[in-house]
């Protein structure tokens, strides 16, 4: 039997593919450094969206398929832009007339300057020292809360503790090449007032968008212009000066030796900018690859600042984690719609993904994506019972309560309970607060068409004479021949009928195996009395 190694080195998905890279590009030995270093980027001017959590599982998926074909140790920096000057103000945060009053200025000499950096300005929500540290501390919470291998890093503790410096010396040292490579990529008039070095301003605060007047690179010095037009001289190091973001990102992978880091899409030009930069700067670029973005429900780009989308905090309201690091880990190179009614489906995917784990060949679990959300070892599935069922199961109930579905869960699978089977019990709180928030207040009964009445007395009877613990499969072949026994233009135009008037929605679940869930008296006495409510409907309006 082939080895995990061996297996790993044939694998086809995508995490394989992107750490066999890595593999390629270390050799068989440690870096000098003594590990591979994976990275992820996160600029906190806003609070922290599911964009972030999608690059974090991705890259922490490929560091889990690199331990697989690597011996070499590695280590995972999820690093926050914190210094970065704010520049205007998120739609989603308290205190919004505060935090203006640190925002950039236009300063005498026409330029736009930034605004404070982000850990200088107070915290809009009042529990931390800073706006960057309450934003980088909702950052860790998430991460540290759906429980992922990473070190924190920040760009106010490196810079300002020096350990920038020899890097930020460098690109002084080679600031004529840099500039060669970043005008050409800007707007005219940004040209003109472009420097890689962002001082920050002795009188201020404030992070300038200032032109260098004179570069001194035998001191370690720039002279700029300050907001009011006035001439100073500033170290580079320190902490006294950040760079541009693409030259920052471009130096942070030099000085730190970043081995692979993957970005959206919406900065493949960035990537290639700070790749050249980087070998200027005598550092070799990190592996990685361009992912889509996450689009909202409208199609556009989710953005911590305006706060569209969905937050990882209302996924999680309504389904599992794991099932959210399914839908980061399908298709990453294609564009993703996330909005509410993605979940459910989501859901449904990771249960069928973890039902076939345990029997599939040892290669083909590889190819599993439960294995790249559990690090190789996905627990045993628990329930057979759709996160859809469900969702049908708390509409049918009008369910508010767990209790209430685990009253049906306990007849039709007795040694199911609460404590035994928690996946299935954390479902079942999700689907309750689902169909208590977007089910239920859409709901739209219809009455049957003659054709649909017919069927449905048909399918009291079939019901009526099936016998005793009928499973789900032989409930579900009953449900199909009353369809073809009647003349509907087409079998789906019979469930659609079921869902409709019997549920009140357009979609439902594989209807014998709700059945075998709901109970065969209860969905009699449910069809029963949908055909009475609409002959009621039918007196009243002749």
């Known amino acids: 039997m082939a080895s995990e190694r061996e297996l790993a080195e044939a694998a086809r998905a995508w995490p394989f593919e992107e750490a066999r890279k890595l593999v390629e590009r270390i050799g068989d030995k440690a870096p000098e450094k003594g590990y591979v270093l994976f990275e992820t980027g996160y600029g906190p001017s806003g609070l922290p969206h599911i964009g972030t959590f999608g690059e974090v ?3 922490t998926m490929v560091r889990q398929a690199f331990r697989r074909l690597s011996d070499v140790p590695s280590r ?3 690093f926050s832009d914190d210094m970065d000057g704010l520049r205007k103000v998120p739609d989603n945060v308290p205190n919004q007339e505060m935090l203006r009053k640190y925002l950039g200025i236009v300063g005498a000499d026409g330029i736009e300057h930034g605004g404070l950096p982000l850990t200088r300005i107070p915290d809009p929500f009042g529990c931390h020292e800073s706006f960057g540290h309450h934003n980088n501390a909702q950052l860790r919470k998430f991460l540290d ?3 992922f291998e990473y070190e924190f890093q920040s760009s106010t503790d490196w810079y300002m503790s020096g350990r920038f410096d020899p890097a930020l010396l460098r690109v002084l ?3 004529d090449e ?6 050409p990529s800007l707007r005219e008039e940004r040209r003109r007032s472009y420097c890689p070095f962002l001082p920050v301003s002795p009188r201020t605060g404030r992070v300038l968008q200032a032109p260098a007047v004179e570069v001194k690179p035998e001191s370690g010095s720039i002279v700029f212009r300050d907001e009011d037009g006035q001439l100073f001289e500033t170290p580079v190091t320190g902490g006294r000066c950040k760079l541009q973001w693409r030259v920052d990102w471009a130096m942070r992978w030099y000085a730190l030796q970043v081995d692979y880091e993957m970005s959206g899409k919406d900065l493949i030009d960035s990537v290639k900018l700070g790749s050249r930069i980087c070998t200027i700067l005598g550092g070799r670029p990190p592996e990685g690859f361009n992912y889509e973005l996450v689009l909202d429900e409208e199609g556009q780009k989710i953005s911590k600042s305006k706060g569209n989308g969905l937050s990882v905090e209302e996924w999680l309201r309504y389904a599992p984690s794991e099932s959210l690091s399914l839908f980061m880990y399908q298709k990453p190179r294609a564009a993703k719609r996330l909005y509410f009614d993605v979940i459910p489906r989501a859901v449904d995917d990771y249960l ?3 039902r076939k784990f345990p029997a599939e060949e040892p290669a083909r679990k590889l190819e599993n994506p439960v294995w790249h959300i559990h690090d ?6 628990e329930t057979p019972f759709s996160y859809g069922i469900l969702l049908n199961l708390a509409a049918v109930a009008n369910a508010e309560e767990p209790s209430v579905l685990w009253g049906f869960i306990s007849r039709y699978q007795p040694e199911a309970t609460p404590s035994r089977a928690p996946m299935l019990d954390r479902l079942v709180r999700h689907a309750i607060r689902y169909y208590q928030d977007f089910i239920k207040p859409a ?5 049957p068409t003659e054709l649909e009445r017919a069927a449905l007395e048909d399918l009291v009877r079939a019901l009526e004479a099936l016998p005793p613990g009928a499973d789900a499969e032989t409930i579900q072949t009953e449900v199909y021949e009353i369809g073809k026994r009647h003349p509907f233009p087409e079998l789906k135009a019979w469930f659609s009928a079921l869902y409709e008037v019997l549920l009140g929605q357009a979609q439902g679940p594989r209807f014998g195996s709700f059945i075998a869930l709901y109970g065969v008296r209860e969905t009699v006495k449910l069809v029963r009395e949908a055909l009475t409510r609409s002959q009621k409907s039918e007196d009243g309006s002749q």
């Open 57 to 59: 599982v991705r890259t």
């Open 76 to 78: 995972l920096f999820a």
């Open 145 to 147: 809360d759906l429980g």
């Open 173 to 175: 040292e080679r600031y």
């Open 178 to 183: 840099i500039m060669a490579v970043m005008l």
């Open 352 to 354: 069928d993904f973890l």
């Open 376 to 381: 190789g070892r996905p627990p045993q599935p």
């Open 443 to 447: 709901k739209r009964y219809r009455a």
